[in-house]
């Protein structure tokens, strides 16, 4: 059973750096792709990041470089280095997890929340 759980999220000022990781318990990592979704007050959730078995990535439009995803199979854990934040970057943050991009079941964290301000 996939369990995932979130950490690394906090209070950050704007321009600054977050690490997130994602550790899946449970299961084998390597058999998922993983991907990132926030969701900001008031809106609905989106896609932040993604990461295929393969190692393939990609980010929303929003990101514009910023940020990074990696994965360590060998940990069951996914990481998403977050650069340059800014206050709209503020929001929930999941860890979500599927056998393929758009089949299979799916999984998610419970979430952590990120806070950009000065």
């Known amino acids: 059973q996939v369990q995932l759980v979130e950490s690394g999220g906090g209070l950050v000022q704007p321009g600054g750096s977050l690490r997130l990781s994602c550790a899946n318990s449970g299961s084998t990592q390597d058999h998922y792709a993983m991907k990132w979704y926030r969701q900001r007050l008031g809106m609905e959730r989106e896609l932040v990041a993604g990461i295929s078995k393969t190692g393939s990535s990609l980010f929303g439009d929003f990101v514009e470089g910023r940020f990074a995803m990696s994965r360590d199979n060998a940990k069951s854990t996914v990481f998403l280095q977050m650069n340059s934040l800014k206050p709209e970057d503020t929001a929930v943050y999941y860890c979500?997890?599927?056998?393929?991009?758009?089949?299979?079941?799916?999984?998610w964290g419970k979430g952590i929340l990120v806070t950009v301000s000065s």
């Open positions: 979500h997890a599927r056998r393929g991009w758009s089949y299979g079941a799916e999984y």
